[in-house]
């Protein structure tokens, strides 16, 4: 079975700190991958999405930037933290697709405090 | 543009009562939904979807109603248990087809 995992599950990091989140999928290959945001208290608002190593597509523009070194590992990043940054990070995976009706399946994400 | 709501920010029932959660969406072109249930502190979990070439989809006691004239999505539980306490989020697959859009949620809780 597909399993998801993201870590830490929880982080607390100063203003302009480096930030990396890390998310890996095991038991499916060349998944579509995405980072979600989740602000205390509201839906989710989709950050970044993948169907490929190495292809990101950024969905607004903000602070933070995401990469896939391989086909399973999604990463998010930021050179410089800021205090909007603090929020709920949830990482996804759906089976690949041109056309993404399928669902989407959620790691446990990681609650970013920045302070 | 697209976007997705729920009709109530929060719905109380009592334990063994059906309970209703409403999604009203705006993008006529939409055709894939999916409700998710989100636990405090964990990602949200897949409850069931529908195409828009169904009207109605069962599942282990939830069903999932879309009335694309009006274009509106509910999700009806039946035989509400305490362990269904949780926020329900309706979302949907967007313009480009790339990645789904969700509602802000409705929160359930139940009483026993």
């Known amino acids: 079975s597909q399993t998801i995992h993201q870590w830490p599950a929880t982080l607390v990091q100063p203003v302009g700190s480096p930030l990396s989140l890390e998310c890996t999928v095991e038991?499916?290959?060349?998944?579509?991958l995405y980072w979600y945001r989740q602000a205390a208290g509201r839906g989710l608002q989709l950050l970044f999405y993948?169907?490929?190593?190495?292809?990101i597509s950024s969905e607004v523009p903000q602070n933070l930037s995401a990469s896939r070194p391989q086909d399973r590992q999604f990463i998010l990043s930021s050179k410089k933290l800021l205090l909007s940054d603090s929020g709920f990070y949830l990482c996804?995976?759906?089976?690949?697709?041109?056309?993404?009706?399928?669902?989407?399946?959620f790691g446990d994400g990681t609650r970013l405090s920045i302070l | 543009g697209e976007s997705v709501g729920l009709h109530l920010p929060t719905l109380s029932v009592q334990e063994g009562d059906n309970s209703i959660i409403n999604c009203a969406y705006s993008?006529?072109?939409?055709?894939?939904f999916i409700w998710y249930k989100q636990e405090s502190g964990k990602g949200p979990q897949f409850i069931i979807d529908?195409?828009?070439?169904?009207d109605k989809r069962q599942g282990q006691r939830v069903t999932v109603l879309l009335n694309k004239t009006v274009k509106h999505l509910s999700l009806q539980i039946a035989a509400t248990q305490p362990g269904d306490s949780a926020v329900y989020f309706c979302?949907?697959?967007?313009?480009?087809?790339?990645?789904?859009?969700f509602g802000k949620g409705t929160t359930l809780s139940v009483s026993s």
């Open positions: 996804a995976w759906s089976v690949t697709g041109g056309r993404s009706n399928q669902p989407q399946h």
């Open positions: 038991g499916t290959s060349n998944p579509n």
């Open positions: 993948s169907v490929g190593i190495g292809q």
């Open positions: 993008n006529s072109a939409s055709d894939y």
């Open positions: 529908i195409r828009s070439n169904m």
């Open positions: 979302a949907e697959l967007n313009q480009a087809g790339t990645a789904l859009i």
